[in-house]
């Protein structure tokens, strides 16, 4: 059964920049769909960018432009590239893998990781 653990958060000031990178105990290229989502408190879990296994990647409207999903196989590790961050970026991100799908909807994910915080202060 595979493993998500994500690292990489931490507090930034708002135009700069975090990796974040998601391990997994499998290849990507094993699975449908990797995606990342993220939640604020009081709202609801969202989905920020995902990664199928033909390369095809998809981005919520806002994050388009500043955020670049990718996946290094030889690492087994997912990664979310985020720049020019702004305060409303502020949330707990998650990882997620799914064997059968590639949407942006998290019910459709089998397997998630514990999430990293993102805080963007302005």
């Known amino acids: 059964q595979v493993q998500l653990v994500e690292s990489g958060g931490g507090s930034v000031q708002a135009g700069g920049s975090l990796r974040l990178s998601c391990a997994a105990s499998d290849y990507y290229y094993n699975w449908y769909c990797m995606a990342w989502f993220r939640q604020a408190p009081g709202k609801e879990r969202e989905g920020v960018a995902k990664?199928?296994?033909?390369?095809?990647?998809a981005y919520a409207d806002s994050v388009k432009g500043r955020f670049t999903i990718s996946r290094d196989n030889a690492k087994n590790t997912l990664y979310l590239q985020m720049n020019s961050l702004k305060a409303e970026d502020t949330a707990m991100y998650y990882c997620a893998a799914v064997s059968f799908s590639c949407g942006l909807r998290p019910h459709e994910y089998q397997r998630w990781g514990q999430g990293t915080q993102v805080t963007v202060s302005s």
């Open positions: 990664l199928g296994s033909d390369d095809i990647t």
